[in-house]
């Protein structure tokens, strides 16, 4: 017989379902509890509330478990190829040589974006923030495709959208790094692989020829596989929702992109740089932040430490924490500011504050340092984490709209004035 729990509301006692995962994971299922009692739960920030279920990534905080598709995180990022993973999150399984060779074809084959995208590109402002350039230039492409709009598309068409998302947003990212720095933007070059190409973009100049150096790819590799994917957070659930109005892939996207430039999100990586700068440059020691981070009074906060569901360890942070120190030493870098980083992990994870409140270094606290080392700009750290993820959110859109999930739209309880009658300017 299913589990169910029972609530019990005025003497009255419900019976409600209970969902269990693969990985044996509980939920209540309250999807009928307002229509058989006529209240319905709260919990503001989803803390404790799931939205779906989900095939594709298995995320177990407390120990510190990451997979997708059943795939251990330190097995992939050591092992495989970013566009292996592309396929894995997005059809279910690792692709075989035939069905890895026509991905990889189809998406280098659609790489190049519309020459008429570069009028806009054109018009933003130089300095412009690439997050907002690349949100509003995926946004854009819908434009460009308008067969994505229609409703009951098949399913070619569907992975056609799929192959021109992960071939352009490494162009248009490039592109909108090239045009806040008020450089020529450099075109997609098919006899590279996915990151040698969009380093190429980022790199190359018309005045001299760039080769991507092996250490750098590799490291690159290794960041977009560890973001690909991170189950329901703020930016993934913004995807489905908005793709749940049944709007096209290309709105869905953007709308992620939009959700995940804030600094508590993905921008946290560009915001780890700007503290250890700031530190860095104050020269007042660490002792100073640390205490600053604990005031209540004092919004500021350690950015790059905590994270809503792993209080153990980030095991993104712990891949990433090595590969940042490979690459420095392969690439011969000294940074202060790593130093400081290394510092700050020491003071602050010996912390009774930190300690008891399970905040420890996440996958941004050092991901931005391997950027730094790469010589990508501070500026393009979310973008970066953006070209990570999207697989993952093409997979979630994918699964929510394979399932048929009813539009996102949930209640809430209201707090406001009691009717009122309107009076007249003159009688306020
Ligand atoms: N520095 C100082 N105090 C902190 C921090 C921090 N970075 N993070 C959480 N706290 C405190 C917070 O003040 C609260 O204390 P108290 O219980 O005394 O009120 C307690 O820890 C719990 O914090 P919370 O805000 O309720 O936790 P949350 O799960 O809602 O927030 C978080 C998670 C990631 C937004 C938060 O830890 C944070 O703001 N971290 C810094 C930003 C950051 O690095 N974000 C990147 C997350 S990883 C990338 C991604 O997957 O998006």
Redesign the pocket.
């Known amino acids: 017989m299913s589990e169910t729990v029972q609530l019990t509301i005025n003497d009255k006692s419900y019976d409600l379902p209970v969902i269990k995962g693969s990985e044996n994971e509980k939920a209540i299922d309250i999807s009928k509890l307002r229509a058989q009692t006529g209240y319905i739960t709260i919990d503001t920030?989803f803390?404790n509330t799931g939205s779906t279920t989900s095939a594709i990534t298995f995320l177990d905080g407390e120990n510190g478990i990451l997979r997708y598709r059943g795939y251990p995180i330190e097995q992939l990022a050591e092992k495989a190829n970013f566009l292996e993973v592309c396929y894995l999150l997005i059809y279910g399984n690792l692709p075989t040589k035939t069905e890895f060779s026509s991905f990889t074809n189809n998406i280098t084959n659609h790489t190049l974006v519309h020459e008429d995208m570069r009028s806009f590109l054109n018009a933003y402002p130089t300095k412009a923030h690439p997050m907002g350039i690349l949100s509003a230039s995926l946004c854009t492409l819908s434009t460009f495709y308008p067969e994505s709009h229609e409703q009951n598309r098949s399913e070619e068409s569907v992975d056609l959208t799929i192959y021109r998302l992960l071939a352009k947003l490494p162009t248009l990212a490039a592109w909108a790094y090239q045009n806040a720095v008020g450089h020529p933007v450099m075109y997609p070059k098919n006899k590279y692989n996915y990151c040698e190409n969009f380093l190429q973009m980022m790199f190359a100049m018309p005045a001299f020829n760039y080769e991507p150096e092996p250490v750098i790819v590799d490291a690159l590799n290794k960041l977009l596989i560890l973001h690909a994917d991170?189950e329901q957070?703020?930016?993934t659930s913004t995807v489905r929702v908005v793709g749940s109005s049944q709007a096209n892939l290309y709105a869905s996207i953007s709308a992620g992109v939009s959700a995940?430039w804030g600094?508590?999100?993905?921008?946290?990586?560009q915001?780890?740089i700007e503290m250890l700068e700031k530190i860095l440059n104050d020269g007042g020691g660490l002792k100073k932040w640390v205490e600053k981070?604990?005031d209540?009074e004092d919004s500021?906060?350690?950015?790059?430490?905590?994270?809503?569901?792993?209080k153990n360890f980030?095991p993104r942070a712990k891949i990433i924490k090595k590969a940042a120190d490979d690459v420095l030493n392969k690439l011969g870098i000294v940074d202060p500011v790593l130093d400081i980083a290394k510092e700050l992990e020491e003071v602050a994870l010996n912390d009774e504050?930190?300690q008891s409140?399970?905040?420890y270094p996440?996958?941004?606290?050092y991901s931005g340092i391997i950027y730094r080392a790469l010589g990508i700009p501070t500026e393009m750290f979310t973008v970066m984490?953006a070209m990570g993820r999207l697989p993952g959110w093409i997979a979630q859109w994918k699964e929510m709209m394979k399932d048929n999930q009813p539009i996102g739209r949930p209640r809430q309880i209201y707090t406001g004035e009691k009717e009122r009658n309107y009076k007249s300017i003159e009688k306020r």
């Open positions: 920030g803390k991170h957070n703020c930016s995940l600094p508590l999100h993905g921008g946290a990586n915001a780890v981070a604990k209540k500021f906060r350690l950015m790059g430490f905590g994270h809503r569901v792993y980030d504050y930190f409140r399970g905040l996440n996958v941004d606290f984490f």
